[in-house]
């Protein structure tokens, strides 16, 4: 089934990271998407990464959630509005008047709209009267949050992304940009190659593609971030290149900084600490201190630590002592994951914070917010962090759990925990676009929310700049939105003043409480103020352009904070923050030998159930993987291309180990995206430890230490089929979308020899008829199988006892065919190519779905040796350019002696 369509062009957002690229989406007649960059829009203008160009390809209605649905003794059955609204209004009532409010719970997510985001903690923290209201930002940006609010009073980004391209200097600190943010990367490509003078330094335990613009990799031992940045401030302190006149003026506690940088020892120790070459490390120092416009952007590898809050402000300090803040190319530069974290933040969505940046602990500023929302109950105590609040549910003390666009039983660390506490709470809620996922499965009232192209509102990315979402489909089945399902319930709980009459409506209020009491009668100032937006008709905010925040009168936006050296503490001087540095939380030890780093892939966005819909994404890297160090695998035993469990005190996972990730001894990677739906034994998040950072709540996903070994198995195999498959007889199974059927990757414990056996069962064909071809050799364990229908492939199975299997790529081109010629045939069943230029070997560039083996082959036989070069002569890195690094790899590879 089609959404219907409303035939339009319409300018929206990108619905994924926080660069907030914007879009053209433009619905044709026959209902097909075109995607396009939009030129106009100050983020991206113009680009789009192969994420976004593929949007078109996600907003299919197959697995949607179309109508509310209750789960009554582990049945689900649909039910009307007003039953599901009544079923979480009277259970949230209930469970209050019986425990009180922090007896429930939200949990929210930086996919919401900042309307949703306003009503949800509006109806949370003003008249359920709890703070309980955490959200899935806590797990990637919540220590950029505690590292703002320490060193400027204020959770601000003060740069603009004008500053990558301004700056001589950039520091990507944990920021694998090329794949997580990738047109502001192109940005920062582009400059470079406008002004080869600029320098790029990249510190990150991983030589991830982002190095293949860097003039220096550090690639420091994970977790000593703080020694390094420590022993930077240091560094600048005894060179005197630091700003004396700007610390003196602006800022406090230097001294208390630097003697909390003085225990890192002199530059030998940090360098021994964080394990980089000393020679590397002076190299960084003296660039850093020599050049005055430096940007230093970080992120997860930044935030996601149990000391993540002091990574951030160890990273600020040394733009506090240089001055280097506040002016054009220079900054710190916290990159938000998701497209509207920083929306979140300014609606209060975390449970230490209150609306528009006014704070829970201070009385006066929760008065204040009281009386503008003449709020019945106003929460007067921070509520539970993610971690605390699953760990409060599995406990009994949150008995009511409310769950928004986010799917914590895959995201969350220790996530099995995440699933126990789910199992016991007596009411489990969660708004969803999607019906099949981990955490929906654990709900005993489903919402089928609007997703993107539906929905109707405004996000803010990393450089504070507010976009619209806008609505160019209809809203399908009786899905709503999510501000109308929270208005809703708010209503049918007897609250007051949710009777908006659009996000317009929720815009303009969240608008004027900017501007309320701010900065008046002595109150703080509080630097979030868009009260410029503020009594828009509602033709206004549906034609609004992106505006960067604050807007404190209409047409005065401001691009950079802190211009004037005035920060946004009392006294309106920036503070240093002492940063003590401190070993990971989990140290390793004999039966946990290895750091597990989790993150992202280049073509797939958390849980994948939008991303994981679209073919083009899922070429890049099919299937979950141990990115591990050659000579770490041999230690522990396992090889490349075959199957390893990972192990930690809280979980396992099974992945197949790879290597080439550019991943030190010591460390493996993992990442983070498939979830119980997409692989058997690959929720990564059921390995990683639940530790947190003490000030900012946000888990250390970087940092858990685990141990590899092989996973032994019989065989190896794969299916291509046109339906879904139950995989019963498979030990280990993953599961991607492709163009026109599904791919399934397994491997078995039965003997290899009864896969003639099970093959037609469990590819269902139960015609002795079929069209079914086969191919078996029993002693060697190998099986070959299709099942064809008038011609057409329906179905393709493959086994062999190694998991050198035929090129997926390859065969996957079957099924764009009508019908099978007699040399397809043989093909199939001889398992290779007759040309080897049919097979094109795993996706590379995914925008023009180009193979490594057809790059290859172009290099070879064009003498190719710029990527420049194989873009002219086969596309391939000629649009997004995300995989330019891999194509030049290739390249030198090439250029390797034979
Ligand atoms: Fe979307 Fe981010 Fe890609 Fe831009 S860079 S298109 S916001 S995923």
Redesign the pocket.
């Known amino acids: 089934m089609k959404p219907s369509a409303i035939p339009t062009t319409v300018k929206t ?9 914007g ?1 053209k989406a433009q619905v044709g007649a026959d209902g097909a998407l075109a995607i396009a960059g939009d030129a106009d829009h100050p ?2 203008q113009g ?7 593929a949007l078109g390809e996600t907003v299919g209605l197959q697995g949607r959630l179309l109508a509310p649905m209750l789960r009554e003794e582990g049945v689900l059955r649909e039910a009307s509005w007003d039953e599901a609204v009544g079923r979480v209004a009277d259970g949230f009532a209930r469970i209050v008047a019986e425990h009180g409010p922090d007896a429930v719970a939200l949990y929210v997510s930086g996919q919401l709209l900042t309307e949703d985001y306003y009503v949800a903690n509006k109806f949370m923290k003003g008249f359920i009267g709890s703070a309980n209201i955490d959200t899935n930002s806590r797990l990637c940006m919540s220590s950029a949050v505690a590292g703002h609010k320490r060193a400027f009073g204020e959770d601000l980004v003060p740069g603009c992304y004008e500053d990558f391209e301004l700056a001589d200097l950039v520091v990507l600190v944990g920021s694998n940009a090329a794949w997580c ?4 990367y192109q940005r920062l490509v582009r400059a470079k190659e406008a002004r080869p003078q600029m320098k790029v330094v990249v510190i990150d335990p991983r030589r991830t593609a982002t190095c293949d613009i860097a003039d220096l990799h550090l690639p420091i031992k994970p977790g000593t971030d703080v020694w390094l940045f420590n022993g930077l401030l240091a560094y600048l302190v005894q060179q005197k290149a630091v700003d004396s006149r700007f610390i003196a003026e602006h800022t406090a506690g230097l001294d208390d900084a630097l003697a909390a940088a003085a225990q890192g020892g002199n530059l030998l120790d940090v360098a021994r600490t964080c394990r980089v070459d000393p020679q590397q490390l002076l190299a960084f120092y003296e660039l850093f201190a020599r050049t005055e416009q430096v940007v230093s952007a970080f992120t997860m590898g930044v935030n996601q630590s149990s000391s993540g809050a002091d990574k951030v402000n160890s990273i600020i300090n040394c733009h506090l002592a240089t001055g280097r803040i506040g002016r054009p190319g220079m900054g710190p530069f916290s990159l938000t994951g998701q ?1 509207n974290a920083m929306g979140g933040r300014e609606v209060g969505g975390l449970a230490n914070m209150l609306a528009a940046h006014m704070e829970l602990d201070d009385a006066g500023q929760r008065a204040l917010l009281q009386a503008f929302w003449a709020a019945p109950r106003m929460a007067d105590k921070p509520g539970l962090k993610a971690v605390d609040l699953f760990q409060a549910i599995e406990a009994g003390k949150v008995k009511a759990v409310w769950i928004m666009a986010t799917n914590p039983l895959v995201s969350l660390p220790d996530a099995d925990q995440a699933r126990r506490a789910l199992e016991k709470c007596e009411l489990v809620v969660a708004s969803d676009i999607v019906l099949g996922t981990d955490t929906n499965a654990s709900a005993h009232v489903l919402l089928p929310a609007l997703g993107w192209g539906e929905k109707d509102g405004t996000v803010t990315n990393s450089e504070r700049c507010i976009s619209r979402q806008r609505a160019f489909l209809a809203a399908p089945g009786q899905a709503r939105p999510d501000w109308r399902i929270i208005c809703d319930v708010a209503r049918r709980m007897g609250f007051r003043d949710f009777d908006f009459d659009g996000p317009h409506a929720i815009f303009d209020e969240h608008a004027r409480l900017s501007g309320y009491g701010n900065g008046v009668d002595g109150g703080r100032r509080r630097a979030f103020d868009i009260r410029g937006l503020a009594g828009m008709p509602r033709a206004g905010y549906d034609a609004l352009d992106p505006v960067q925040w604050p807007v404190r009168s209409r047409g005065e936006p401001t691009v950079r904070l802190f211009a004037d050296g005035r920060f946004a503490h009392p006294d309106g001087r920036a503070r240093f923050v002492p940063t003590l540095a401190r070993a990971p939380a989990h140290a390793l030890d004999a039966e946990f030998p290895l750091v597990l780093n989790t993150g992202r892939v280049r073509d797939q ?1 958390h849980t994948m159930t939008r991303t994981g819909r679209a073919p083009t994404l899922a070429q890049h890297v099919p299937e979950p993987f141990i990115d591990m160090h050659p000579q770490d695998a041999l230690l522990w035993g396992v090889k490349a291309g075959e199957l390893a469990r990972v192990t930690s005190r809280w979980g396992a996972v099974v992945a197949r180990v790879q290597h080439g990730g550019g991943i030190a001894r010591g460390s493996v990677f993992m990442p983070i995206h498939w979830s119980g739906q997409t692989a058997s034994d690959a929720r990564v998040g059921a390995v990683v430890n639940p530790a947190v950072d003490p000030v900012s709540g946000e888990p250390e996903f970087k940092h858990t230490p685990v141990r590899v070994e092989p996973f032994g198995v019989n065989w190896y195999g794969f299916i291509l089929s046109r339906v879904a498959l139950p995989l019963l007889e498979a030990a280990h199974w993953t599961r991607v979308q492709g163009n026109g059927f599904i791919r399934y990757e397994l491997a078995g414990r039965t003997p290899a020899a009864q896969a003639a056996d099970w093959g037609r069962a469990l590819l269902r064909v139960e015609d002795e008829e079929a069209d079914w071809i086969e191919v078996e050799d029993r002693n060697g364990g190998m099986y070959r199988a299709a099942h064809l229908v008038d011609g057409r492939i329906e179905a393709c199975l493959f086994v062999s006892r190694r998991q050198d299997l035929p090129a997926r790529a390859w065969l996957a081109g079957m099924f764009a065919k009508e019908a099978l010629g007699q040399g397809d045939r043989l093909q199939l069943l001889s398992g290779r190519a007759k040309e080897p230029g049919l097979d094109a070997g795993p996706t590379v560039c995914s925008c023009f779905g180009v193979g490594r083996k057809t790059i290859e082959i172009a290099i070879r036989r064009h003498g190719l040796k710029e990527a420049p070069q194989v873009t002219a002569c086969i596309k391939a890195g000629g649009n ?1 350019g995300s995989c330019v690094p891999e194509i030049r790899a290739l390249l030198a590879e090439a250029a390797l002696p034979a």
């Not at 680009?47 to 160009?53: I, T």
């Not at 943010?181 to 502001?184: C, G, I, Q, R, V």
């Open positions: 957002t990108c619905p994924y990271c926080g660069v907030g690229c879009v983020a991206s680009r789009l990464c192969v994420k976004g160009s943010h990738p047109t502001l497209p966005w997004c």
